[in-house]
T-cell receptor, first 118, second 114 residues
Framework: GAGVSQSPSNKVTEKGKDVELRCDPI?????LYWYRQSLGQGLEFLIY????????KSGLPSDRFSAERTGGSVSTLTIQRTQQEDSAVYLC????????????????FGPGTRLTVL | AQSVSQHNHHVILSEAASLELGCNYS??????LFWYVQYPGQHLQLLLK??????LVKGIKGFEAEFIKSKFSFNLRKPSVQWSDTAEYFC????????????FGGGTRLMVKP
């Protein structure tokens, strides 16, 4: 596709329910990142996938958060037993992920999923 | 852990005024520096980036930023702002020893009055 796409664009859920957020990266991009943007915490890194390597989960705020990336492309972020503090915009980004120059890649962001936990 | 500070949270300017948004980071090693912009209702977009070389970087839409290593700063500038520059601006850092992920500053909301 032309850019990073995310679905749904908005999600309202009740406290305690599980939610799944989807990200389709730019075709050919091997690196995929999840961030979240909230009023109190700004933009925070959550998790990062690069090719077939084990993901960097260092930004996940609790064990209720998990993510997977199937076939090196689409990624799903799952939040179990949602809490009100999970309300935020969840952003996905992708980059080429060229070996050896990962940190100089440009990350391209999707439109985000706005999650509201009632 | 790395941190990024943007000291101006809200800036209001009139059209044609000059703009400078501050960004300071804490990491002492090699860093890569970015400015992203988020226009109302739109995605985060890259304005400019610095990896190495000339510390004065030019980006899109007339923006530029200067990397001053001794001050751990990467301030964003534009000599004459337009109403269409109204947006939120984020400074971000990554680095080979600090992870490939971006560490963002808190953002600066710029409003340009016509």
């Amino acid at each position: 596709g032309a850019g990073v796409s995310q679905s749904p664009s908005n999600k309202v859920t009740e406290k305690g329910k599980d939610v799944e957020l989807r990200c389709d990266p730019i075709s050919g991009h091997t690196a995929l990142y999840w961030y979240r943007q909230s009023l109190g915490q700004g933009l925070e890194f959550l998790i990062y996938f690069q090719g077939n390597s084990a993901p960097d989960k260092s930004g996940l705020p609790s064990d209720r958060f998990s993510a997977e990336r199937t076939g090196g492309s689409v990624s799903t972020l799952t939040i179990q037993r949602t809490q009100q503090e999970d309300s935020a915009v969840y952003l996905c980004a992708s980059s080429l992920g060229l070996a050896g120059v990962l940190n100089t890649d440009t990350q391209y962001f999707g439109p985000g999923t706005r999650l509201t936990v009632l | 852990a790395q941190s990024v500070s943007q000291h101006n949270h809200h800036v209001i300017l009139s059209e044609a005024a000059s703009l400078e948004l501050g960004c300071n980071y804490s990491y002492g090693g090699t860093v890569n520096l970015f400015w992203y912009v988020q226009y109302p209702g739109q995605h985060l977009q890259l304005l400019l980036k610095y990896f190495s070389g000339d510390p004065l970087v030019k980006g899109i839409k007339g923006f530029e930023a200067e990397f001053i290593k001794s001050k751990f700063s990467f301030n964003l500038r534009k000599p004459s702002v337009q109403w269409s520059d109204t947006a939120e601006y984020f400074c971000a850092v990554s680095g080979p020893n600090a992870g490939n992920m971006l560490t963002f500053g808190g953002g600066t909301r710029l409003m340009v009055k016509p």
